[in-house]
Protein backbone atom coordinates (compact mmCIF):
# COMPACT_ATOMS: atom_id res chain seq x y z
CA UNK A 1 0.00 0.00 0.00
CA UNK A 2 0.97 3.44 -1.10
CA UNK A 3 0.38 7.04 -0.38
CA UNK A 4 -1.66 8.31 -2.76
CA UNK A 5 -1.42 12.30 -1.52
CA UNK A 6 -1.25 14.17 2.17
CA UNK A 7 -4.43 16.35 2.72
CA UNK A 8 -3.58 19.27 5.18
CA UNK A 9 -5.45 19.96 7.85
CA UNK A 10 -5.91 16.70 10.21
CA UNK A 11 -10.00 15.88 10.74
CA UNK A 12 -11.23 17.05 14.12
CA UNK A 13 -12.04 14.18 16.71
CA UNK A 14 -14.95 12.60 17.20
CA UNK A 15 -17.47 10.44 15.24
CA UNK A 16 -19.54 12.94 13.11
CA UNK A 17 -16.54 14.62 11.55
CA UNK A 18 -16.28 13.55 8.20
CA UNK A 19 -19.19 13.63 5.77
CA UNK A 20 -19.28 11.64 2.09
CA UNK A 21 -22.16 11.59 -0.79
CA UNK A 22 -22.98 12.48 -4.12
CA UNK A 23 -24.43 15.14 -5.44
CA UNK A 24 -25.70 16.01 -9.29
CA UNK A 25 -23.73 12.67 -9.80
CA UNK A 26 -20.53 13.64 -8.26
CA UNK A 27 -18.97 12.20 -5.10
CA UNK A 28 -17.85 15.01 -2.40
CA UNK A 29 -16.02 14.27 0.67
CA UNK A 30 -16.10 16.91 3.17
CA UNK A 31 -14.77 17.22 6.58
CA UNK A 32 -14.18 19.87 9.31
CA UNK A 33 -10.64 21.04 10.99
CA UNK A 34 -10.30 23.57 13.25
CA UNK A 35 -12.55 25.94 12.65
CA UNK A 36 -12.44 25.46 8.72
CA UNK A 37 -14.25 22.98 6.41
CA UNK A 38 -12.36 21.35 3.73
CA UNK A 39 -14.54 20.21 0.80
CA UNK A 40 -12.59 17.45 -1.35
CA UNK A 41 -13.85 15.77 -5.06
CA UNK A 42 -14.19 11.99 -5.86
CA UNK A 43 -10.19 11.34 -6.74
CA UNK A 44 -9.78 13.96 -3.10
CA UNK A 45 -8.82 16.67 -5.02
CA UNK A 46 -9.17 20.40 -2.77
CA UNK A 47 -12.51 21.81 -4.33
CA UNK A 48 -12.90 24.29 -1.86
CA UNK A 49 -11.37 25.17 1.71
CA UNK A 50 -14.10 27.39 3.90
CA UNK A 51 -12.32 29.88 6.47
CA UNK A 52 -13.90 32.27 8.43
CA UNK A 53 -17.67 31.10 8.84
CA UNK A 54 -19.24 34.06 10.35
CA UNK A 55 -19.38 34.25 13.84
CA UNK A 56 -17.94 30.95 14.56
CA UNK A 57 -15.20 31.06 16.77
CA UNK A 58 -14.92 27.62 18.43
CA UNK A 59 -13.82 24.45 16.66
CA UNK A 60 -16.58 22.60 14.23
CA UNK A 61 -17.28 19.15 16.02
CA UNK A 62 -19.81 17.71 13.59
CA UNK A 63 -20.37 18.08 9.88
CA UNK A 64 -23.21 16.79 7.88
CA UNK A 65 -24.20 16.85 4.36
CA UNK A 66 -27.48 16.57 2.05
CA UNK A 67 -27.26 14.47 -1.47
CA UNK A 68 -30.35 16.44 -2.17
CA UNK A 69 -29.59 19.58 -2.04
CA UNK A 70 -26.00 19.70 -1.56
CA UNK A 71 -26.00 21.64 1.78
CA UNK A 72 -23.54 21.40 4.54
CA UNK A 73 -24.52 21.87 8.42
CA UNK A 74 -21.42 22.34 10.38
CA UNK A 75 -22.09 22.07 14.41
CA UNK A 76 -20.00 24.46 16.67
CA UNK A 77 -21.24 24.75 20.33
CA UNK A 78 -24.76 25.94 20.58
CA UNK A 79 -24.76 27.08 16.75
CA UNK A 80 -25.42 25.10 13.42
CA UNK A 81 -24.18 26.78 9.91
CA UNK A 82 -25.89 26.14 7.04
CA UNK A 83 -23.86 26.47 3.75
CA UNK A 84 -25.33 26.34 0.60
CA UNK A 85 -24.04 24.93 -3.21
CA UNK A 86 -24.15 27.66 -5.50
CA UNK A 87 -23.62 27.20 -9.43
CA UNK A 88 -20.18 28.77 -10.16
CA UNK A 89 -19.39 30.88 -13.37
CA UNK A 90 -16.91 31.25 -15.87
CA UNK A 91 -13.74 28.65 -15.86
CA UNK A 92 -14.02 27.67 -12.79
CA UNK A 93 -12.38 23.76 -12.36
CA UNK A 94 -15.17 22.87 -10.31
CA UNK A 95 -19.23 23.27 -10.82
CA UNK A 96 -20.18 24.31 -7.48
CA UNK A 97 -18.85 26.44 -4.45
CA UNK A 98 -20.51 26.95 -1.16
CA UNK A 99 -21.32 29.76 1.25
CA UNK A 100 -23.09 30.36 4.25
CA UNK A 101 -26.70 31.05 3.69
CA UNK A 102 -28.36 30.27 7.15
CA UNK A 103 -27.12 30.31 11.20
CA UNK A 104 -29.17 27.99 13.44
CA UNK A 105 -28.59 29.38 16.94
CA UNK A 106 -29.85 26.76 19.65
CA UNK A 107 -30.63 27.09 23.15
CA UNK A 108 -28.22 24.34 24.43
CA UNK A 109 -25.50 22.44 23.18
CA UNK A 110 -25.55 20.74 19.72
CA UNK A 111 -23.73 17.38 19.83
CA UNK A 112 -24.76 16.61 15.52
CA UNK A 113 -27.13 17.56 13.00
CA UNK A 114 -28.17 15.28 10.10
CA UNK A 115 -30.63 16.23 6.90
CA UNK A 116 -33.11 13.72 6.29
CA UNK A 117 -32.60 12.07 2.77
CA UNK A 118 -34.80 14.90 0.52
CA UNK A 119 -33.29 17.34 2.15
CA UNK A 120 -36.67 18.70 3.78
CA UNK A 121 -35.57 18.46 7.34
CA UNK A 122 -32.48 19.19 9.50
CA UNK A 123 -32.45 16.41 12.99
CA UNK A 124 -30.58 18.62 15.31
CA UNK A 125 -29.40 16.67 18.64
CA UNK A 126 -27.94 17.30 21.72
CA UNK A 127 -29.18 17.58 25.20
CA UNK A 128 -32.65 17.93 23.39
CA UNK A 129 -33.83 16.69 20.26
CA UNK A 130 -35.53 19.13 17.37
CA UNK A 131 -36.58 19.26 13.85
CA UNK A 132 -36.07 22.28 11.69
CA UNK A 133 -38.15 22.65 8.02
CA UNK A 134 -35.29 23.65 5.63
CA UNK A 135 -38.05 25.45 3.83
CA UNK A 136 -37.93 28.50 6.34
CA UNK A 137 -36.04 27.26 9.22
CA UNK A 138 -38.48 26.93 12.03
CA UNK A 139 -38.00 24.31 14.39
CA UNK A 140 -41.44 21.62 13.46
CA UNK A 141 -40.79 19.43 16.60
CA UNK A 142 -39.01 18.76 19.95
CA UNK A 143 -38.66 16.25 22.37
CA UNK A 144 -36.65 16.67 25.46
CA UNK A 145 -33.46 13.50 25.75
CA UNK A 146 -32.16 12.23 29.37
CA UNK A 147 -28.88 11.84 27.70
CA UNK A 148 -26.96 13.30 24.91
CA UNK A 149 -27.44 12.15 21.72
CA UNK A 150 -24.28 11.20 19.59
CA UNK A 151 -25.29 9.64 16.66
CA UNK A 152 -28.41 9.94 14.14
CA UNK A 153 -29.11 8.11 11.34
CA UNK A 154 -32.27 8.58 9.03
CA UNK A 155 -34.48 5.26 7.23
CA UNK A 156 -34.12 5.90 3.34
CA UNK A 157 -38.29 6.87 3.20
CA UNK A 158 -37.64 8.87 5.76
CA UNK A 159 -40.51 7.38 8.04
CA UNK A 160 -37.90 6.60 11.06
CA UNK A 161 -34.41 7.92 12.47
CA UNK A 162 -32.85 6.48 15.34
CA UNK A 163 -30.70 8.08 18.17
CA UNK A 164 -27.93 6.88 20.32
CA UNK A 165 -26.45 8.01 23.48
CA UNK A 166 -22.49 7.48 24.84
CA UNK A 167 -22.13 4.26 26.62
CA UNK A 168 -25.56 3.60 25.97
CA UNK A 169 -27.02 -0.61 25.41
CA UNK A 170 -30.20 1.44 23.98
CA UNK A 171 -31.07 2.02 20.34
CA UNK A 172 -33.78 4.62 20.43
CA UNK A 173 -35.96 4.39 17.47
CA UNK A 174 -38.13 7.38 16.16
CA UNK A 175 -40.87 6.60 14.25
CA UNK A 176 -43.36 9.51 12.08
CA UNK A 177 -46.96 9.25 13.02
CA UNK A 178 -49.44 9.70 10.38
CA UNK A 179 -50.19 13.27 10.83
CA UNK A 180 -46.20 13.93 9.70
CA UNK A 181 -45.53 15.66 12.52
CA UNK A 182 -45.24 14.02 15.37
CA UNK A 183 -42.73 11.40 16.20
CA UNK A 184 -43.25 8.16 18.67
CA UNK A 185 -40.36 6.48 20.06
CA UNK A 186 -39.55 2.80 20.42
CA UNK A 187 -36.38 1.30 22.11
CA UNK A 188 -34.44 -1.61 20.60
CA UNK A 189 -32.14 -3.24 23.81
CA UNK A 190 -28.94 -4.61 23.10
CA UNK A 191 -27.01 -7.39 25.56
CA UNK A 192 -24.17 -4.70 25.68
CA UNK A 193 -22.68 -0.74 24.45
CA UNK A 194 -23.92 0.13 21.25
CA UNK A 195 -21.31 1.11 18.79
CA UNK A 196 -23.09 2.71 16.02
CA UNK A 197 -26.38 2.02 13.78
CA UNK A 198 -26.92 1.87 9.79
CA UNK A 199 -29.79 1.96 7.40
CA UNK A 200 -29.64 -0.09 4.26
CA UNK A 201 -29.69 2.48 1.14
CA UNK A 202 -32.80 1.84 -1.00
CA UNK A 203 -32.14 3.34 -4.37
CA UNK A 204 -34.67 6.36 -4.73
CA UNK A 205 -35.82 5.05 -8.39
CA UNK A 206 -38.28 2.33 -6.40
CA UNK A 207 -41.51 2.76 -6.20
CA UNK A 208 -42.51 4.35 -2.83
CA UNK A 209 -43.15 1.75 0.03
CA UNK A 210 -41.60 -1.30 -2.45
CA UNK A 211 -39.45 -2.69 -0.18
CA UNK A 212 -38.74 -2.39 3.51
CA UNK A 213 -36.69 -0.44 6.07
CA UNK A 214 -33.29 -2.80 7.23
CA UNK A 215 -31.46 -1.42 10.02
CA UNK A 216 -27.94 -2.82 11.19
CA UNK A 217 -26.51 -2.28 14.94
CA UNK A 218 -22.85 -2.78 15.72
CA UNK A 219 -22.64 -3.95 19.74
CA UNK A 220 -19.58 -3.89 21.48
CA UNK A 221 -19.92 -7.77 22.39
CA UNK A 222 -18.51 -8.09 18.34
CA UNK A 223 -21.88 -9.12 17.28
CA UNK A 224 -23.76 -7.42 13.99
CA UNK A 225 -27.39 -7.38 14.38
CA UNK A 226 -30.17 -6.72 11.39
CA UNK A 227 -33.56 -5.75 11.96
CA UNK A 228 -36.46 -5.54 10.04
CA UNK A 229 -39.21 -3.33 9.87
CA UNK A 230 -42.14 -5.64 11.13
CA UNK A 231 -45.27 -6.71 9.25
CA UNK A 232 -48.75 -5.02 10.62
CA UNK A 233 -48.72 -7.80 13.17
CA UNK A 234 -46.33 -7.90 15.23
CA UNK A 235 -44.84 -11.34 15.48
CA UNK A 236 -43.81 -12.69 19.55
CA UNK A 237 -40.48 -14.06 18.80
CA UNK A 238 -38.62 -10.33 19.27
CA UNK A 239 -40.38 -9.92 22.19
CA UNK A 240 -37.07 -10.93 24.30
CA UNK A 241 -34.80 -8.64 21.74
CA UNK A 242 -36.72 -5.81 21.93
CA UNK A 243 -39.25 -3.74 22.91
CA UNK A 244 -39.99 -2.08 19.61
CA UNK A 245 -42.78 -2.86 17.86
CA UNK A 246 -42.26 -1.39 14.66
CA UNK A 247 -38.52 -3.98 13.80
CA UNK A 248 -37.44 -7.44 14.56
CA UNK A 249 -34.47 -9.25 14.74
CA UNK A 250 -33.48 -10.90 11.90
CA UNK A 251 -30.19 -12.42 12.26
CA UNK A 252 -26.79 -11.89 14.19
CA UNK A 253 -23.73 -11.96 12.52
CA UNK A 254 -20.93 -13.62 14.55
CA UNK A 255 -16.95 -12.80 13.18
CA UNK A 256 -15.91 -14.57 16.22
CA UNK A 257 -16.90 -18.13 14.73
CA UNK A 258 -14.12 -17.54 12.20
CA UNK A 259 -11.11 -19.36 14.01
CA UNK A 260 -8.47 -16.55 13.31
CA UNK A 261 -10.73 -13.85 14.84
CA UNK A 262 -10.98 -12.46 18.58
CA UNK A 263 -12.26 -10.42 20.61
CA UNK A 264 -10.21 -6.93 21.02
CA UNK A 265 -10.70 -4.85 24.24
CA UNK A 266 -11.85 -1.41 23.07
CA UNK A 267 -11.67 -2.38 19.52
CA UNK A 268 -14.97 -4.33 18.83
CA UNK A 269 -16.51 -5.07 15.08
CA UNK A 270 -18.02 -2.56 13.22
CA UNK A 271 -20.52 -3.46 10.65
CA UNK A 272 -21.25 -1.79 7.67
CA UNK A 273 -24.24 -2.17 4.65
CA UNK A 274 -21.70 -2.86 1.12
CA UNK A 275 -25.04 -1.60 -0.43
CA UNK A 276 -24.37 -3.40 -3.49
CA UNK A 277 -28.17 -3.86 -4.49
CA UNK A 278 -29.33 -0.36 -4.52
CA UNK A 279 -26.30 0.59 -6.42
CA UNK A 280 -26.88 -2.26 -8.98
CA UNK A 281 -30.47 -1.17 -9.74
CA UNK A 282 -29.82 2.23 -10.04
CA UNK A 283 -27.15 1.43 -12.63
CA UNK A 284 -29.09 -0.73 -14.13
CA UNK A 285 -32.29 1.52 -14.29
CA UNK A 286 -29.65 4.33 -15.92
CA UNK A 287 -28.51 2.12 -18.51
CA UNK A 288 -31.94 1.65 -19.72
CA UNK A 289 -33.05 5.00 -19.84
CA UNK A 290 -29.99 5.90 -21.54
CA UNK A 291 -30.80 3.81 -23.99
CA UNK A 292 -34.69 3.81 -24.55
CA UNK A 293 -35.31 1.06 -23.20
CA UNK A 294 -36.88 1.49 -20.63
CA UNK A 295 -40.55 0.17 -20.44
CA UNK A 296 -42.39 2.26 -17.93
CA UNK A 297 -45.34 0.02 -17.00
CA UNK A 298 -48.61 1.78 -15.73
CA UNK A 299 -50.39 0.57 -12.53
CA UNK A 300 -46.96 -1.29 -10.77
CA UNK A 301 -48.17 -3.31 -7.94
CA UNK A 302 -45.49 -5.71 -7.64
CA UNK A 303 -44.42 -6.83 -4.26
CA UNK A 304 -42.37 -8.97 -2.34
CA UNK A 305 -45.41 -11.54 -1.19
CA UNK A 306 -45.54 -12.25 -5.36
CA UNK A 307 -41.96 -12.69 -5.29
CA UNK A 308 -42.80 -14.81 -2.14
CA UNK A 309 -44.63 -17.47 -3.74
CA UNK A 310 -42.80 -17.91 -7.53
CA UNK A 311 -40.24 -20.80 -6.92
CA UNK A 312 -38.23 -20.10 -8.93
CA UNK A 313 -38.06 -16.34 -10.73
CA UNK A 314 -35.91 -16.53 -14.44
CA UNK A 315 -36.08 -14.33 -17.47
CA UNK A 316 -37.99 -15.06 -20.39
CA UNK A 317 -36.10 -17.17 -23.18
CA UNK A 318 -36.18 -14.59 -25.23
CA UNK A 319 -33.98 -12.27 -22.90
CA UNK A 320 -31.91 -15.30 -21.25
CA UNK A 321 -27.86 -14.08 -21.81
CA UNK A 322 -25.46 -16.38 -23.19
CA UNK A 323 -23.34 -17.13 -20.60
CA UNK A 324 -25.25 -19.64 -18.10
CA UNK A 325 -26.75 -18.04 -15.00
CA UNK A 326 -27.28 -19.02 -11.74
CA UNK A 327 -31.05 -19.62 -10.76
CA UNK A 328 -32.00 -17.36 -13.64
CA UNK A 329 -30.60 -14.42 -12.29
CA UNK A 330 -27.97 -11.92 -13.73
CA UNK A 331 -24.19 -11.76 -13.00
CA UNK A 332 -21.56 -8.69 -12.44
CA UNK A 333 -17.84 -9.95 -13.18
CA UNK A 334 -14.97 -7.64 -12.90
CA UNK A 335 -17.18 -5.10 -11.96
CA UNK A 336 -18.83 -4.10 -15.11
CA UNK A 337 -22.73 -4.51 -15.67
CA UNK A 338 -22.99 -7.50 -17.91
CA UNK A 339 -26.00 -8.41 -20.44
CA UNK A 340 -28.25 -6.29 -18.04
CA UNK A 341 -27.70 -3.12 -20.93
CA UNK A 342 -28.60 -5.88 -23.77
CA UNK A 343 -32.39 -5.60 -22.62
CA UNK A 344 -35.64 -4.40 -22.27
CA UNK A 345 -36.83 -4.10 -18.81
CA UNK A 346 -40.37 -3.19 -17.09
CA UNK A 347 -39.69 -1.90 -13.86
CA UNK A 348 -41.31 -4.69 -12.10
CA UNK A 349 -38.66 -6.82 -14.23
CA UNK A 350 -36.37 -4.65 -12.34
CA UNK A 351 -38.09 -4.74 -8.91
CA UNK A 352 -38.07 -8.35 -9.09
CA UNK A 353 -34.36 -8.56 -9.50
CA UNK A 354 -34.19 -6.25 -6.58
CA UNK A 355 -36.39 -8.75 -4.40
CA UNK A 356 -35.01 -12.07 -5.52
CA UNK A 357 -31.05 -10.87 -5.18
CA UNK A 358 -29.28 -10.88 -1.96
CA UNK A 359 -27.31 -8.16 0.35
CA UNK A 360 -23.58 -7.86 1.64
CA UNK A 361 -22.34 -6.80 5.09
CA UNK A 362 -19.27 -5.69 5.68
CA UNK A 363 -16.51 -5.31 8.26
CA UNK A 364 -13.05 -5.08 9.22
CA UNK A 365 -11.43 -7.31 11.67
CA UNK A 366 -9.74 -5.40 14.58
CA UNK A 367 -7.76 -8.40 15.59
CA UNK A 368 -6.46 -9.01 12.13
CA UNK A 369 -7.09 -6.79 9.93
CA UNK A 370 -8.83 -8.60 7.19
CA UNK A 371 -12.00 -7.25 4.90
CA UNK A 372 -14.97 -10.01 5.54
CA UNK A 373 -18.42 -9.75 4.50
CA UNK A 374 -21.41 -11.92 4.93
CA UNK A 375 -24.36 -12.91 2.35
CA UNK A 376 -27.59 -12.21 3.58
CA UNK A 377 -30.84 -13.74 1.59
CA UNK A 378 -34.27 -13.50 1.71
CA UNK A 379 -34.66 -9.70 3.59
CA UNK A 380 -37.20 -8.84 0.97
CA UNK A 381 -39.19 -11.89 1.04
CA UNK A 382 -39.41 -12.85 4.46
CA UNK A 383 -43.25 -11.69 5.54
CA UNK A 384 -44.71 -11.88 7.44
CA UNK A 385 -41.30 -13.25 9.34
CA UNK A 386 -38.98 -16.09 8.83
CA UNK A 387 -35.33 -16.56 9.42
CA UNK A 388 -32.90 -14.82 6.62
CA UNK A 389 -30.20 -17.05 5.54
CA UNK A 390 -26.97 -15.86 6.20
CA UNK A 391 -23.11 -16.86 4.78
CA UNK A 392 -19.72 -15.68 5.82
CA UNK A 393 -18.37 -15.75 2.04
CA UNK A 394 -15.55 -13.20 2.09
CA UNK A 395 -12.06 -13.00 3.93
CA UNK A 396 -9.38 -10.88 2.72
CA UNK A 397 -6.38 -10.73 4.46
CA UNK A 398 -4.57 -7.96 6.07
CA UNK A 399 -6.40 -5.27 4.27
CA UNK A 400 -5.67 -2.62 6.71
CA UNK A 401 -3.31 -2.75 9.11
CA UNK A 402 -3.60 -3.46 12.95
CA UNK A 403 -3.22 0.32 13.95
CA UNK A 404 -6.01 1.22 11.45
CA UNK A 405 -8.22 -1.51 11.47
CA UNK A 406 -8.63 -1.02 15.48
CA UNK A 407 -9.64 2.96 15.17
CA UNK A 408 -12.82 2.66 12.64
CA UNK A 409 -14.53 5.18 13.02
CA UNK A 410 -18.89 3.46 13.93
CA UNK A 411 -19.27 4.27 10.17
CA UNK A 412 -16.76 4.11 7.53
CA UNK A 413 -17.38 4.54 3.47
CA UNK A 414 -16.21 1.83 0.94
CA UNK A 415 -14.27 3.13 -1.68
CA UNK A 416 -12.66 1.05 -5.51
CA UNK A 417 -10.24 1.73 -7.42
CA UNK A 418 -10.27 2.61 -10.99
CA UNK A 419 -6.63 1.25 -13.05
CA UNK A 420 -6.56 3.70 -15.95
CA UNK A 421 -3.25 4.00 -18.45
CA UNK A 422 -3.76 7.24 -19.58
CA UNK A 423 -1.49 10.09 -17.90
CA UNK A 424 -3.79 12.31 -18.56
CA UNK A 425 -5.51 14.79 -16.24
CA UNK A 426 -9.61 13.07 -16.31
CA UNK A 427 -7.76 9.96 -16.42
CA UNK A 428 -6.45 9.67 -13.02
CA UNK A 429 -7.16 6.91 -11.40
CA UNK A 430 -10.19 7.49 -9.51
CA UNK A 431 -11.80 6.55 -6.19
CA UNK A 432 -15.78 5.78 -6.47
CA UNK A 433 -18.14 5.35 -2.77
CA UNK A 434 -19.78 2.16 -3.26
CA UNK A 435 -22.23 3.30 -0.74
CA UNK A 436 -23.62 5.79 -3.16
CA UNK A 437 -27.44 5.59 -4.79
CA UNK A 438 -26.34 7.94 -8.09
CA UNK A 439 -26.49 5.63 -10.91
CA UNK A 440 -23.64 7.84 -12.06
CA UNK A 441 -21.17 6.79 -9.77
CA UNK A 442 -18.87 3.80 -11.06
CA UNK A 443 -20.13 0.09 -10.79
CA UNK A 444 -16.22 -0.85 -10.29
CA UNK A 445 -16.32 -2.86 -7.03
CA UNK A 446 -15.16 -5.72 -5.56
CA UNK A 447 -17.19 -8.13 -7.97
CA UNK A 448 -17.51 -10.81 -5.40
CA UNK A 449 -19.80 -8.58 -3.74
CA UNK A 450 -21.86 -7.30 -6.29
CA UNK A 451 -24.13 -10.44 -7.75
CA UNK A 452 -27.17 -12.32 -7.39
CA UNK A 453 -28.42 -15.91 -6.54
Known sequence: MRSQQVLSGAANNGNNTVARCSFNG????????GCDIVVLD????????????????????????????GRIGAVSSHSVYILSAETTVGDDEYPYKWHLSYTLSIGSRVACATFNNDGSELIVTGSELLIYRTADWKCSWSAH??????????????????????????????????????????LILHPDVVIGACWRSVSPELP???????????????????????????????????V??????????DPLKESTEKKIKGSPYIFQWFNNKALTYSVCLENARLKGELILSEGLSVSSYDIAEEEDFVLPD?????????????????????DMREYQYTESQLLKYWYKSYDMVVCVSPATG??????????DVA????????????????????????????????????????????????LRNANHNSARQSTEVIPELLGYY
Open 42 to 69: DVFHRVQLITNISGCRSQITAITLCPST
Open 26 to 33: VGYTVYCT
Open 383 to 430: YPFQALTTRFVLKLPWSLSYADARQLKPSFTIFSSRKVTSNSAKDRPV
Open 145 to 186: VTEETTQVTVSPDGRFFTTLSRNSRVLKLWKKMKDGREYRSE
Open 370 to 379: SFMGWRVEKI
Open 318 to 338: SEQPEEPVDKGMLELKMGRVK
Open 208 to 242: KDSVRQVLLTSCHDCIGRIWLEAPSVHPSISARHS
Open 244 to 253: TKSFVLGTVL
